[in-house]
Structures are given as C-alpha cells and as structure tokens.
C-alpha cells in the first residue's frame, strides 16, 4: 500500500510561490496516476492537478489556472507542484493523491483517488 506524505506548505504573501512536494512510499507509486486537491475551511475538497503514471499527460482545475505546474519523479517517488502568484483565496489545505491506475479521468474528482496523504497546510496573507 502506498503511503503519501506532503511537505512544502506555509505562509506566503499574496504574491509570493510555494512549492509542495509529495513523498510516497511503496514500489507501485511509478503505476499510479497522482493528484493534487485542496480544501479551504466549510468548502467541498476541490481539484487542483493531475499527473498519468509516465507524466505524459497532465491535467488542472479551474481554480489555479496557468499559475501551478504538477511533475513527478518515479526514480525518487515524489510529486511536485510549484505554485505561483498565490492569492488570499489560495489558502487551504493541499492534499496529495493517488490513483491506482496510471491514466487522469477526463474530469478529475475526489472520488477518483483512494490513497490521501494528511495534507499540508498553505496560507496566502493579503
């Protein structure tokens, strides 16, 4: 079973960029397709990104836009996801996912993956 554990989060001003990064455990990570969510307080957990197994296909919410990239390392398990420009309403807490085949639904969902990590908490200050 594949663990997943996020780091890189914090406080940045409005402005400002982070970079998150996932770790994961386990030999199977390099078959798995893996996300990104967030989930601000008394919101529903929403889309972010979305990286295939290979990391030939790609996939973004609507909410970031132009301003996050997401890429993996299958040699060192990890994901990353470079954010810039972050706003105020960036702040949340960003989770790392995976999804136990290789490919990215046509609108990735919540439902859609099934390892979480614990998340990592940013926030955006005006």
């Known amino acids: 079973q594949v663990q997943l554990v996020e780091s890189g989060g914090g406080l940045v001003q409005a402005g400002g960029s982070l970079r998150l990064s996932c770790a994961a455990s386990?030999?199977?990570?390099?078959?798995?397709?893996m996300g990104w969510f967030r989930q601000a307080p008394g919101k529903e957990r929403e889309f972010v990104a979305a990286?295939?197994?290979?990391?030939?296909?790609?996939s973004f919410g609507d909410s970031m836009g132009g301003r996050v990239t997401i890429s993996r390392d299958n040699a060192k398990n990890t994901v990353a996801l470079p954010m810039k420009t972050l706003r105020p309403e960036d702040t949340a807490v960003y989770f790392c996912?995976?999804?136990?085949?290789?490919?990215?639904?046509?609108?990735?969902?919540?439902?859609?993956?099934?390892?979480w990590g614990q998340g990592t908490q940013v926030t955006v200050s005006s």
């Open positions: 386990g030999r199977a990570f390099r078959n798995y397709a």
């Open positions: 996912a995976a999804r136990l085949t290789g490919d990215i639904p046509l609108r990735p969902g919540p439902s859609d993956f099934l390892i």
């Open positions: 990286i295939s197994w290979s990391g030939d296909r790609v």
